[in-house]
Every structure is written in structure tokens, then in C-alpha cells.
């Protein structure tokens, strides 16, 4: 499902050099052993997830069908990321199935807000938030002015199209949700947000936009098994975690995340936050950055290809992407590009991906990891998201920090309520 490339990196005869650290580590997060073990929930998740929860959200899905045709999602960070990119992922950028999903909550930006709310005045629409607290300010904002705006349009009917995954039994949303009425969904307690998408966290706004959550539960549940394996030389995830390790050593200190495909952009935002949030710590990590090839070629590739060297890449390629258009021929051949009559956009881009491969690796003496993912299915996006939880957890307690906390991120929130009056 998964198969790491690490030949234009040039870095397979340096992976057995971690072969001890890397079978420690895998103890550690298996045996819950290491740094912040509190949150190592995720482990086994894909065996141990509450199956009572997950058939009460196919239940809600039934029950919702044919009643909304939007779906709002509101939360921040590891409240929306994942989702975002597994809906993006596999229902493409403009889904046929009848069904929008917006997320807020994830931003102060007045204009966004207002916008969204003028755009599904005329719409059914269906809400869920997410916080484990309930006090995140930037969710805690759009909830309040979203709530109002859906028991304006519903009256009575209101608590029926709003959901809630929060904590289990404390916290300032969920005794709002308890009073309102609303049906609710669980944050577990050991596993942190930015690797929650397999929890209700992601599962819900899935289930509601229309995408198969037991073929996502099947995918994490292959990945599980097929990655609990403890020999770096056989394992893809700690190939990928090693690998990352030589490279910070080495002296590359950003790493970018390249798509070929517009519709992976927020895996590559999913992906910052796992990894940004995870490691960067005590003046440690690795800056984690993204782009799209080739739009990005004309910006980023040329830095790559001839900047500084300080940034490897890692280039997430799904082989098996759906639909396909076939470049037409034109008699005139005004725009000289008859060349490509007949030829599949698919195959154009590959070609893209294998030209600026070498260009970048080989001219340009940058490292290039590249990462296979067989196809954008549900099973695949379960997969995957196992196969970047394990890889960071792994890439985190070999650089001896705790990848299950984030200290950094309190530091802004203290300063910005003091600036707001709210008593800290």
C-alpha cells in the first residue's frame, strides 16, 4: 500500500546504522515507555476504537440522509485537518454526490466568516464541532455565531443538526452540549488531537460528507499490522523516520512535502501540523513545509533547484489517481502542441514528476524521499494516516523529544487573551 523510495536520496546504506535506536523506539510507543505515553492511544486504535461510537455515526449518517446538503465543520488544528484532507482526498475538490463541506472555526478572519454565512443562508445544513475543551477561541467564536444562526433558521429543530465531539464527560462544551441537547461524540483521552482523524474526531464530518469510514477503519487496521515491525530495513515508516534523522544530522533543516495533485494540498496541511507540532521543540525539528508540483515549479522548484541547500524533499506521489482526460488533437496545431495528441494528462504528469525528480536530485543535489501511495481510496487514506502517525512518533523519540505535547502553542494564546481582557 505504502512503499518509501529512498535512492535519489542516497540514503539506504546508512538506514542499518539506526537499526538499535530504531528497535527501542518501536518498544517505547508499543509498550508505552517513552515520552508522553499518556497519548499513545493511536497505537492500537485501528484494534481498540469504540465500535458502539463508530456504529452510532453510521447510524447519524442514515438517519441525516436526504436531509442536508451541507456540511459544516467547526474546530481547528487536529479538530479539522484531517478531515479536510481525507474529504479533499477522496472526493476530489468538486465531489458529485450533492453534499459541500465547509470548516470553520479555524480562523478570526471577519470576511471568511461573514462570506460562509451568506453562502448557506438558502442551504440545509447539518453542524458539527469539535473541541476537546470547548474554550478554543477560535472555535468558540464561530460556534456561537453559527449556533445562532441555526437555531434562527430551525428554531426547535436546531439541536437535532448539531453535533458535538468534545470530552467525554467535562469541559465547557460538553455541559453545553448536555443542556442544549445536542448528540455527542468522544475525544478520547490519550490520543492528542493532530492524530485523531480515525477517532469521531475525523470519523463524523467523513461519515457526513459521504465517504466510507469502515473502508478508512480497514486501511488503518492493515497498516497496523503490516508496520508493527520493529527492523528498520523492512518497515517503510521507520525508513521514512530514519531517513528524516540523517538528513537533520546532515544539515538540512526544512524538509517540503510535494503533491503532484491539487486536491492532496491539505494532506500536505495535515501533514505540517502532525510533524511541525510533533517535533519542534527544544530548539529541535526539522521546518516542515509543503508545495504543489508543478504549479509550484515556477516559485519554489526554482529554489530548490538552484537556492541554498537546506531543504530536502519528500514527494508524496499517489500512483492510481481516478478520472483521466485524453489531450485532443487540433488540425491547425496553432499552439504547436499536436506532440501530446492523444496522450493521457495522467501520463503529462508523471513525466512532471519524473523530469523535476531527477532535475531536483540529480543536477540540483537535493535529496528527494519519495513516498508511493498505491491510490486515493478510503482503505488507502486509513493507511496512510497510520503509516505518518507511526513514522512521526518514531522520527520524534529518536530525536529525544515528546512528539504528544505542544507548549509552544499556549505561549500566543496568553499574550492574545491579555490583548482581548479575558482574565489568564
Not at 505515553?37 to 438517519?63: A, C, M, T
Amino acid at each position: 500500500m505504502i512503499r518509501v523510495d529512498l535512492e535519489n536520496a542516497k540514503l539506504n546504506e546508512q538506514l542499518a546504522d539506526y537499526a538499535e535506536s530504531v528497535k527501542k523506539a518501536h518498544r517505547d510507543l508499543h509498550e508505552r515507555t517513552g515520552k508522553g505515553s499518556d497519548f499513545l492511544g493511536w497505537v492500537d486504535w485501528p484494534i481498540n476504537y469504540d465500535k458502539e461510537e463508530f456504529r452510532r455515526i453510521i447510524e447519524l449518517k442514515d438517519r441525516m440522509k436526504g436531509r442536508y446538503d451541507t456540511v459544516l465543520v467547526c474546530g481547528i488544528g487536529g479538530s479539522y485537518l484531517g478531515a479536510r484532507a481525507a474529504i479533499e482526498m477522496i472526493n476530489g475538490l468538486y465531489p458529485d454526490n450533492g453534499i459541500e463541506t465547509i470548516f470553520i472555526g479555524n480562523t478570526f478572519s471577519h470576511t471568511y466568516v461573514s462570506q460562509v454565512l451568506n453562502h448557506i443562508k438558502d442551504r440545509e445544513v447539518v453542524l458539527n464541532v469539535i473541541s476537546k475543551s470547548g474554550t478554543t477561541t477560535e472555535t468558540s467564536i464561530s460556534f456561537r455565531i453559527f449556533k445562532q444562526f441555526m437555531e434562527e433558521k430551525y428554531g426547535d429543530e436546531a439541536k437535532d443538526r448539531i453535533f458535538a465531539t468534545t470530552d467525554k464527560a467535562r469541559g465547557t462544551l460538553k455541559q453545553l452540549a448536555d443542556r442544549m441537547g445536542y448528540e455527542t461524540f468522544v475525544i478520547p483521552d490519550d490520543i492528542g488531537g493532530r492524530y485523531s482523524v480515525s477517532t469521531a474526531v475525523g470519523l463524523l464530518p467523513l461519515a457526513l460528507s459521504g465517504i466510507d469510514i469502515e473502508e478508512l477503519m480497514k486501511g488503518s487496521l492493515k497498516a497496523h499490522e503490516e508496520l508493527n515491525d520493529e527492523n528498520v530495513l523492512t518497515n517503510p515508516a521507520y525508513q521514512y523516520a530514519v531517513a528524516r534523522r540523517i538528513l537533520d544530522k546532515a544539515g538540512y533543516s526544512a524538509e517540503y512535502f510535494i503533491t503532484y495533485h491539487l486536491q492532496l494540498n491539505m494532506i500536505a496541511e495535515w501533514w505540517k501540523q502532525l510533524f511541525g507540532e510533533s517535533e519542534g521543540k527544544d530548539g529541535k525539528g526539522i521546518l516542515p513545509t509543503s508545495a504543489c508540483f508543478s504549479t509550484d515549479l515556477h516559485s519554489i522548484g526554482q529554489f530548490n533547484q538552484e537556492g541554498t541547500k537546506t531543504e530536502f524533499e519528500t514527494v508524496f506521489y499517489v500512483d492510481d489517481m481516478p478520472l483521466d482526460i485524453v489531450f485532443p488533437d487540433d488540425e491547425e496545431n496553432l499552439d504547436n502542441m499536436n506532440y501530446l495528441s492523444g496522450k493521457k494528462l495522467s501520463w503529462v504528469n508523471e513525466m512532471a514528476f519524473e523530469g523535476t525528480l531527477s532535475a531536483h536530485s540529480e543536477e540540483g543535489n537535493n535529496p528527494n524521499i519519495v513516498i508511493h501511495l498505491e491510490n486515493n481510496s478510503a482503505f488507502a487514506f486509513g493507511y496512510m494516516i497510520y503509516f505518518f502517525f507511526l513514522a512521526c512518533g518514531m522520527t520524534c523519540y529518536l530525536l529525544d523529544v515528546n512528539p504528544f505535547n505542544q507548549p509552544g502553542v499556549e505561549v500566543y494564546k496568553k499574550k492574545m487573551f491579555r490583548l482581548l481582557g479575558k482574565n489568564v
